[in-house]
Each structure stands twice: as structure tokens, then as C-alpha cells.
């Protein structure tokens, strides 16, 4: 039995959050589908979300932003270094030049033999658009102003992660994970998740020389990787066949409001979240056609929105 289904989401930690706003709303295209805050501790931090129109899982990115509290990790290996997402094939030449007008710099590379267009948020996170199929991702890309169907963003096409120790990954993904290895090139491997939608992958980078990258939440780096258990009978099990390999860095599951997750560390040192979407989902506290327009904080922080919102970066969405 197959534990997984794809991409829930990926997650990282940046610097301003009107930037980070504009950056996926504006450059990139994606819809915003919720603004919410930090669920874990005591300080006040946006958690934005982004994806498509109705935030489908596999097409969901989202982001703490550092910049008021002034937190920044390092990036490096031993942590997931790029997001990854797809793009319809034969619009790189358009992202170039759409990014380079808005002073991007952006250029083309190759791995595994698709096309890529690489580019960093502004924070300094890389970020990869690769060129897919309609075979190979028959989701429908994301239009907004400027970006057609021909050109806009399917969603997640995986991550990039940097190790010193290739072989412990591989390990974690083939007989933890039940990931298949699809294919090594130049000291790197691609893993194809198991999926019955678009799938997505995950790319193992050999950096035995780079310095160690920061785990913990701070700007300008990834924190994690979600991957979609679908139900929580699916999370549970893995969950449990995890610990039973002596994976037992696996946490208890955590609500997070529109979804249920745990999170396990990697032997490659890379955050993963095993994660479903359950009841009403981005509309439990918003019209299902009205989804990212309005701060929202969980009922447990009610008592302390005035001094949450006191300590947030002032934005003009």
C-alpha cells in the first residue's frame, strides 16, 4: 500500500512579507488562499498561503515572514535547498523575459533532462520552473493578469534537497517513504513520489563541502516539505511504520485549522510533513469564493489578536 499521494505543500521562511506577497501574487501569478498566523509559540508571524484559485493540494506554497523580528538562518546542505515548481512546456522563454523586466535576474538550466528556468525569491531561497507536459502534468495552469494558460504555473514539481550523506536519503525515501528512485545524474538522484494526480519529485543534491543549513524557523530558509497522506488512516499508518523502522523523531499529529500533520526529520537532515486536508478546509473560516482576503487567527490566539496584530508587519495586500 502506497502511504502517499503527492505534494500537500512546501514551506519556507523568508524576510518581508509585502515582498513575499508580491513575489507569488504578483510575479509568479499564484492566487492568495489564506492569511493567517505562526499556530506554534508565542510570537506574532504571518503564515501566508498561496496556490491555486481553490488551493489545492500540490499546488500550495507557503511562508513565515522574519523580517519585524529580525530571524535569519543559513543556508546549506543537510536541508531542502529548492522549491520547485511546474510549468507548461515551452514557456520558459517567457518567464525569462517576463522575469527579467521586472529585474529578475533568471536564467536556463538543465537536470534530468527538463528544462528549468532558476530564479531566487527575494529573501534568497532558489526556486526552479520547470517545463513539463500536458502528459506529464495535466493540471491546469494558473492564469492571472500578464500570464496565460499557455504560460502560468501548475503547481508543485518538487524540491531539491542537499545532503552530505546520499545514501542514508535514499534509504529513508525507498523503504521509509516507499518513494521510487527514478534515476541519478551527476551526484545526484530524482525520486518520484506515488501518486494518482500530477505526482511531483524529490531531487537528492550531494553537497558533502557545503556548510550545514539551519533547521530551525528562520528567514531565507525552507523549513519543510508536505507530502499529501490524504486521510488520516494513511497518516496514521505511516506514521507508524516510520517509528517502527527507529524513525522515532515522528511527532504527534498537529491541527493546523485546515489540515492535520506530523512531521518526521530526515536522516538527510530535511523537515518532511505527513499531511491531509480535512472538513471544510481554506473555507472553515471564509466563503469558499472569498479565501485568502482576510487575516484570520485560530480560535486559541482570540484573546490575544490585538496584540498579535500590534506586532505584525502593516501590508498593503
Known sequence: MSFIDGYHHLTLSVDGAQEDHDFYTGLLGLKSIKKTVLFDGQLPIYHLYYGNETGDPSTVITTFPFRKLGVYGKR???QTKIIQLSIPRGSSDFWLNRLGESGVDAHRVERFGMTRVSLLHPCGVPHELVETSAIEDGRSPIVAPGISADHGIKGIYGVGIAVFDKSSMD?????G????????EAGAMMFGLPSTGPGGVIEVLHEPKSRQGTWTLAGGTIHHLAVNTVTQERQSALKAHLEGLGFTDVSEQKDRNYFKSCYVRSPGG????LAFSYGRGWAKDEPEDQIGQTLQFPEWFADREPEMRAGLEELSW
Not at 177 to 182: H, P, S, V, Y
Not at 270 to 273: H, I, K, R, S, Y
Open 177 to 184: 517513504l516507499k518513494i521510487d528512485l527514478r534515476g541519478s
Open 171 to 175: 534509504d529513508f525515501l525507498t523503504i
Open 76 to 78: 546549506g546542505s543537510n
Open 270 to 273: 530535511a523537515l518532511f510533513e
